[in-house]
């Protein structure tokens, strides 16, 4: 890759909006930065470059639902159904192709890196593929089309219930390896097949309390802990799914994670919606990160979590667009604020820069890039710019409050990843098209 030095406008570094930076890039990394800078001619980036944005939940067959699980006033069931017709009609060749658009909307809207919470591994039925990781292979070969990072957290999904009801009959056959032991020996092939790749990591993921016993979280956790891997996990997204726990094992879904040795600075807990202040403490004392989903939580009606204190434990606080209701990091951001305004009555409660912390270095550093997410010498050369005169940001400037308050995913005109320019000019370079690919994709699946 050749060396490129790309001029900013204005630059987000080490928390604060700096004017005239040079950005100097080699073999995917920075090497130099430079600030007070005269304009480079040929990689001028204007607005204001942040760095990569990340997506630290994602599951990319959801986007076909996007709108149709809104039809009939957009019930549970409405939902339910479409997300099991697609997981049951998908084929790898399919999933490939969708996963492709998906994730160039993905880079469209300034998303460098993609943690995938992937438990769509076999066939109909729950047969095996001649390749066992014939679809984990699909998503790696589509973030590698779309140009993005991929973490791909290969999904451990063993039964229907907290009551340890078999794999439902449908589409939820093809979730289950049978025991963790058969998940991690699949993973395993996984692993060894695609980790001379640099832009993809396999992690791990617990699909939830529900769909794991509590036997075998631990294989899945030392399988992450060996492997030096994220694991990342579902856990209180709604008051039926910790009710049903505290029946069933008469403790909440999180101290169920603790006692099982899931909880740890490695892991993710996703959504986090539902937590009591012993969990709160819990995930604290073990430095669990949370990913929150806000878009996705107030979709499905789940709740608000409790991100004020979650913020001030030990954890990584990190973003996820989930089920694709928007693909929009900036959306996913602010809402985490404004719920909180929504539900105190009060305002000013987590600034803009906290929420950007959380939308960038926070993400990448859950879906195991902690090198990438700030604009420093040595990270990923990974450059998000955004256009603070577009018609949502103009007026209100080269400023943090403008970037999550007012832009939008359309506000990204130019993004680069490990030092590749994947958008140009608000267009995807591989991929000229992207709202057509989406069309033609989702059009095959519903
Ligand atoms: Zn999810």
Redesign the pocket.
Known sequence: MTDETFWCENAWLDGEVVQSVAVSVSDGRITAIETGAPPVASRLLNGLVIPGLANA?S?AFHRALRSRTQRDRGSFWTWRKLMYQTAGQLTPERYRVLATAVYAEMALAGITAVGE?HYLHHDVGGRRYADPNEMGKALVAAASDAGVRLTLLDTCYLRSGLDGAPLAEGPQQRFGDGTATGWAERVDGLRRDVESEAQVIVGAAIHSVRAVPPSEMGIVAAWADTHDAPLHV?SSEQTAEVDECVAVHNCTPTALLRDNGVLGRRTTA?HATHLTDEDIADMDRTATGVCF?PTTERDLGDGIGPATALLAGRGLFSLGS??HAVIDLFEEARAVELDERLARRERGIISAATLLDAATAAGQHALGWPDAGALRVGGHADLVAVDTRSIRTAGGGATAENIVFAASAADVTDVIVDGRHVVTEGRHVGLPDVGDALVRAIGCQL
């Open positions: 939940h599951h919470f579902h996703v989903c989930d089920s």
